[in-house]
């Protein structure tokens, strides 16, 4: 199949109007006859699910959680950007656009980036006007901040929970047309596999994690918004449950998965500190808007952070990266971090961190300030640690925190399968092969409040004359046969090793071989490794308790089997992209100062993998770049 | 580290519960308390035996899933802290750590220390949003909106939902919780035209739903995560009688 990005017509600036002018609509009358499944109900699934729903169409939404509050999206907390220039320095959509391709190194499509930045700011008037809390200035207009990879103030945040404030506001909305009952929420479900009839996506096969009970539901359209699937190395800031199991269903049904290993490791996550350890917490970036990061200049200095004078403390990202300092991007300031920790630099009990120092803020700004901009971490940071930051640094460590890779999709947010749509995380679509900082927020949010709602008619359109099919469809009883079956094997092997300890090792192999920096060899070690996982997990796994009740081992189960397959294809990813470009730093391609070296002669496209019977089949989408000649990224 | 777990366990809603005691080893005073129920699990599974169900997601204190009682307080020994932030140096060697879940009529006991608190979203669900539809936003700007009032309104918004407000509370009520969100958005001018509907909807939801009345004890805002005041309630209390006037 040939890949059709479907960019429409016109200059980078008219494209998105122009698309809007020529999709077809669908008249109200219409709209109420079709019915749309949406998977997820983080800011990208609850977003899209509230906004199709007040356009008229009939949707079903689920989520694993107890409660669509709960989606990860509640997690993030320093907040989304938006070119409003409303700090007169600069700003403009067009600057966003350049930093967020920048940014990404090149590896993501001008249009929908174009688009990304363009959105930006009515999606900031629609979060106000929802009730959003944005921290303000003392005359009443909205305040900001600076992220990572820019140089202008255009970040918006409401505390440190910025991501529970935006997902709080659309699960409001979410609940305003359950009310309205234009929603049914399915909480407590998760979705197994998708079920694809005449090569169209026609429903989905979910399993009730309270009963356990197996369902079948129809829809004229699917919707993933399913999130990232970091947690396939185990320790990671995603939560516990996260995981990518519909968007590697619907892979395995022939959605092709672009990039799956452009990860992004945050450079500012607590260290691990036990073998038992189940996540990673994060420390907001914006830390770094006036924390500065340092490590003892002498290797395996045993003296306490604050008896190490100035003079042998070493700045390295100020010193390496002069114009961006602190502030460098992710992916660029986790290897500067593991640079640093592998030559012996690291602090703490297991010398895997580095310090993130607040006296000189404190010495500028007064502790007062430094409260107000950061209370609510510090306070997390001395609960997790017992350690009070006010007094000595924090200790960060790099973790694996965002998939830059997900689903591929169309300019219409389309998979390969017709009918089956990715938003938000789940899929890969404008942040290249690095995301910045604060831009995850906003892609989740505008692919489901502002793009998908003003897509998915063109696709529909076409199914109102469609033929109709029912859950009593064979394909439907096929599928469910075979879920049905994976959960029967999986608690019939009854061998001698828990699930927890099979995620711990693949996670290893994971973060040892396709994290911060990869080779060759030690891809095709990892390959070799996941495949034997692979059949030892289905040898000797336990999984205790059955299918018809609550069960959570079951359920780690299933999402770690697909973890494996999904890491494979991870692994074989970074290992034909003989080039290092944004979060991928292949170690046989950096300049002798250890910068990332990219080739854009032969890898400027988005690598787009099939599945076939077992195999992975490349494809590629070449990118184009008319209006933006790539250079060299540097933040020296 | 090595101390004696009873936790409540109960098959499903129907089923009779009790308290069971394991005596677990090998645990560190930097595993939180959820990573020793972890490890706790896997001893089970190795053991033949079921899992014990419990909540829990981000594990960083935000989305507001995890929560038990431990040792007869909510969310654990310390205030303002959900479960899974708390950290077993909390606790001594040889220590025994009774966990039970939720209790209470209108979060009935799915498993073990499971509970079901979808009452919270049929409150939501009663006016804790603004009602506009997506698109028809004015420039953000327009809306000034003093740092104070701003401020105050996230101080409320900042609720999880986990519902330690209610199982801590002898009369089991919701107040807490449906003030938070009902005074998050009635101070924002964006609020103000359903001020009164929300107020009364979201409070009758409340009663519906069969929560206790709200006697002022306080205990709610000493366990509460996210720190919101009980003045929240006294807020709404003090509206609601405007509300009904003027409603
Ligand atoms: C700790 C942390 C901090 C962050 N901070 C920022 C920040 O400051 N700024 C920023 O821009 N970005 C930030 N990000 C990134 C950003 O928060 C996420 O990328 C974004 O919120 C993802 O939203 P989503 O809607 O795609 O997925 P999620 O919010 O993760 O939602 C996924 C949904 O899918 C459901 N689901 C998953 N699998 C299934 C299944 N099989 N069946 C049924 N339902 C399923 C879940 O229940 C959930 O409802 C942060 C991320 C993390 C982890
Ligand atoms: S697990 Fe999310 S608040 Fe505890």
Known sequence: MKLNAKIPEGKLEDKWKNYQAKSHLINPANKKKLKIIVVGSGLAGAGAAATLAELGYEVQCFCYQDSARRAHSVAAQGGINAAKNYQHDGDSVWRMFHDTLKGGDFRSREANTYRLAELSAPLIDHFVQQGVPFAREYGGVLANRSFGGVQVQRTFYARGQTGQQLLLAAYSQLYKMVRAKKVEMLPRHEVLDIVIIDGKAKGVISRNLAKGEIKRFAADAVVLATGGYSRVFRLSTLAIGCNGSAIWKAHKRGAYFAAPSFTQIHPTALPQTSEAQSKLTLMSESLRNDGRIWVPKKKGDKRKAIDIPEAERDYYLERRYPSYGNLAPRDIASRAAKERIDAGHGVGQFKNAVYLDFKHAIQKLGKKVVEDRYGNLFNMYEKITGINAYEEPMKISPAAHFSMGGLWVDYELMTTIPGLYAIGECNYSDHGANRLGANSLLQTSIDGYFILPNTINNYLEGELKAKQYGIDHPEFSKVEDEVREQIKKLLEVNGTRTVDDFHRELGKVMWQECAMSRNRKGLENAIGEIKHIKNEFWKHVKVTGSDNEMNPELEKALRLADFIELAELMCLDALQRDESCGAHFREEYQSEEGEAMRNDEDFAYVSAWEYNAGNFVLHKEKLMFEYVQPTVRSYK | ?247
């Not at chain 2, 005691?21 to 595993?31: F, H, P, Q, T």
């Not at chain 2, 990573?35 to 997601?57: Q, S």
């Open chain 2, 1 to 247: 580290m090595k101390v004696t777990f009873k936790i409540w366990r109960q098959e499903n809603t129907d089923a009779q519960g009790e308290l069971k005691a394991y005596e677990v080893d090998g645990l560190s005073e930097d595993m939180s308390f959820l990573e020793a129920l972890d490890h706790l699990n896997e001893i089970l599974v190795l053991k033949d035996e079921k899992v014990i169900a419990f909540e829990h997601d981000c594990r960083e204190g935000i989305c507001g899933q995890c929560g038990v009682f431990i040792n007869g307080r909510a969310h654990g020994p310390h205030n303002n802290t959900t479960t899974c932030q708390l950290h077993m140096r909390s606790f001594k060697e040889g220590d025994t750590i009774v966990v039970e879940p939720w209790r209470a009529s209108s979060f009935p006991i799915v498993k073990d220390l499971v509970v079901d608190r979808s009452a919270f979203d049929r409150i939501i669900q009663q006016g804790g949003y603004i009602t506009a539809k997506t698109g028809t936003a004015a420039e953000a700007n327009a809306i000034l909106v003093s740092k104070e009032v701003s401020d105050s309104a996230m101080d409320a918004a900042a609720c999880i939902g986990c519902g330690a407000c209610v199982a801590t509370c002898k009369n089991a009520s919701a107040a807490l919780f449906t003030a938070a969100k009902i005074n998050h958005l009635n101070k924002l001018p964006q609020g103000q035209p359903e001020a009164h509907r929300r107020l009364l909807d979201m409070t009758a939801q409340m009663e519906f739903e069969n929560f206790g009345s709200c006697t002022f004890t306080g205990a709610c805002e000493i366990e509460c995560p996210a720190d919101i005041s009980i003045s929240n309630i006294a807020e709404m209390n003090a509206r609601y009688v405007k509300a009904k006037l003027f409603g």
